[in-house]
């Protein structure tokens, strides 16, 4: 015996006073609900309702088990509805907020095909990190050195006009003499590059070839730095895919050569969320796209290019010593 749709019928027959009205309500067939009536009383081992021609009442029995009926019978629902809001939950993670908004479309359909209800929430790198330890997500697109990383992105210097050849040097920047008094060219980096092994290794750059220390800025909008680089002839640190965008000039860093990149691995705040972590698997080409790698991700070379503990997540959210410039 089914006992919550014993339980439903009980009940819905006790709140009409019919067995022709309470079938109708519980949309179920009269001689199913008597059916069911029947074999509750049967287990209970005493009648719960008294049947007459006119009217359907409880007996006493009935009056005392019927509260706990009603109980029995909200509860199964409330299961139903926590069952069904658990199967429809959002996957919440965390993404790069240079993600353009059609791409994260696309992604977002990509889970769909899957059964995964995504939920993007755009952040910059060390927010992402926070938002993962705290389990204020299920998972986040870290970044990480290019070693480490499931998807690369290649990083170069974006100007207004056209500068010919295959590289831009940042030598170029050196303010010469004759230039001393004048605002000197910058190179701008985005908040998202704002990381240790893509800063530092441009202060390490800078200084190398002479320039000076307000050379190397970090924007607080790329819409501001963008201008800049129209108005006032500076770079603009970023990927292929945001100078087309941008409209801009694209080439790789000269000194630093194609392997100069950002570098992603997904991270799960829970590794038996079966759905966060199949994400970065079943939907790599959408999330390549979010991101702006020029090429398929690589198949992860081991279980730290896909899944981050919750400790290296924090990590990540820790500032390099070196402020930004």
């Keep these: 015996m089914d006992l919550v749709a014993a339980c439903r019928a009980f009940v819905s027959v006790s709140e009409h006073g019919s067995f022709t009205v309470g079938a109708a ?8 609900v008597s059916r069911r009536v029947a074999a509750l009383e049967q287990r209970l081992g005493e009648r719960l309702l008294e049947r007459s021609a006119r009217a359907v009442t409880l007996t006493p029995f009935g009056r005392d088990m019927l509260p706990l009926a009603q109980q029995l019978v909200r509860l199964a629902d409330r299961l139903d509805h926590e069952a069904e809001t658990a199967r429809h939950r959002p996957l919440r ?11 994260l479309a696309h992604l977002i359909a990509a889970a ?36 480490e990383a499931a998807w690369t992105v290649p990083l170069g210097l974006a100007l207004a006009d056209d500068p010919g050849g295959s590289a831009v040097y940042l030598d170029v920047l050196r303010p ?32 190398a070839v002479g320039l000076r220390p307000a050379q190397l ?12 680089v129209l108005s006032r002839d500076d770079t603009l640190l970023c990927s292929p ?67 981050l503990t919750r400790a290296t997540a924090s990590s990540q959210s820790r500032r390099s010593p070196e402020e930004s410039l």
């Design 25 to 32: 309500a519980a949309r179920t067939a009269q001689s199913v």
């Design 93 to 103: 993670i965390a993404v790069p907020a240079i993600c353009p908004t059609g791409a």
């Design 112 to 147: 769909h095909d899957h059964g995964i209800l995504l939920d993007p929430r755009p952040a910059g790198p060390a927010e992402r990190a926070d938002l993962l330890t705290s389990r204020q997500v299920r998972a986040a697109l870290l970044a990480v050195p290019p070693r």
């Design 176 to 207: 010469g003499r004759a230039g001393r008094a004048r605002r000197p060219r910058r190179v701008w980096l985005q908040p998202e590059d704002d990381v240790p092994h893509v800063r530092d290794r441009l202060a390490r750059l800078r200084d």
């Design 217 to 228: 800025a970090v924007t607080r909008t790329v819409a501001a730095a963008a201008a800049d």
């Design 241 to 307: 895919a945001q100078a087309r965008e941008l409209g801009l000039h694209w080439r790789p860093v000269g000194e630093l050569g194609p392997g100069f990149a950002r570098g992603y691995a997904l991270a799960v705040a829970d590794e038996t969320d079966t759905d966060a972590a199949r994400t970065g698997r079943t939907c790599a080409d959408a999330v390549a796209r979010c991101l702006g790698a020029t090429q398929p991700p690589p198949s992860p070379r081991s279980a730290r290019a896909t899944q």
